[in-house]
């Protein structure tokens, strides 16, 4: 039962141009939702989180945008650097669980072309 | 600031035996998490610690899983015996709050 769906495994994009990665959930108890970004060979670091009484956050390049009616989440990387190539896990978690226990998407293996 | 550290970072052994993963959090994070990521997967929480008491570890094998938080700071996770599938990256995290938790590099283990 994967409640967080992360169904594209990989995207390449240009450099400069914008990376749009896609992420949905089933669970509609999840009210915040975070993004994390992965290098090879060390842990997950946190990029960027919104919570459900927004439907946007930006922060610089990255902004994360919220449609709860779709169950649907997205993040925007513009403008995409090599720097960002890595493998982006989006995550969710519900505060009636009564804890902060994430649920993790597969990730998607981004790859920014020079 | 200090980020989550964990040892060793990579261990091979057979099927059947025993292995032991240590966590050292954030200093003053008083939530800790085990992770198991097999390849491919994204992240899967086996347990939670707040303080030193278990949170959540409803996804831990009990049967040969174990997992301890000493005096409410570094924690161990241990495996009792070793099967072919628990070959995965073991991540520890720890977080202040919800709004984030910091992940160590992991512990990639492989069992033959």
């Known amino acids: 039962d994967q409640q967080v769906k992360q169904n594209s495994p990989s995207l390449s994009v240009q450099e400069g141009r914008i990376s749009i990665l896609n992420c949905d959930y089933t669970?509609?108890?999840?009210?915040?939702f975070l993004w994390y970004k992965k290098y090879p060979a060390e842990g997950p670091t946190f990029l960027i989180s919104?919570?459900?009484?927004?439907d946007k956050n930006e922060d610089g390049r990255f902004t994360v945008f919220l449609n709860k009616s779709a169950k649907h989440l997205s993040l925007h990387i513009v403008p995409s650097q090599p720097g960002d190539s890595a493998v982006y896990f989006c995550?969710?978690?519900?505060?009636?669980?009564?804890?902060?226990?994430?649920?993790f998407g597969t990730g998607t293996r981004l790859t920014i072309i020079p | 600031e200090a980020g989550v550290a964990q040892s060793p970072r990579y261990k091979i052994i057979e099927k059947r035996q025993s292995v032991a993963f240590w966590c050292n959090p954030i200093?003053?994070?008083?939530?800790l998490y085990w992770y198991q990521q097999i390849l491919g997967q994204g992240p899967k929480l086996l347990i939670q610690?707040?303080?030193?008491?278990?949170?959540?570890d409803s996804q831990l094998p009990k049967d040969r899983f174990s997992a301890e938080r000493l005096k409410g700071v570094d924690s161990t996770l241990k495996i009792q015996p070793a099967k072919l599938e628990d070959s995965a990256v073991y991540l520890c995290?720890?977080?202040?709050?919800?709004?984030?938790?910091?992940f160590g590099p992991g512990t990639r283990l492989t069992v033959l």
């Open positions: 995290a720890s977080s202040p709050s919800r709004d984030t938790q910091y």
């Open positions: 669970n509609s108890m999840f009210d915040y």
């Open positions: 919104i919570s459900s009484i927004k």
């Open positions: 995550a969710a978690s519900a505060a009636d669980f009564g804890n902060e226990k994430l649920t």
């Open positions: 200093s003053g994070h008083a939530t």
């Open positions: 610690f707040q303080n030193n008491g278990v949170v959540d």
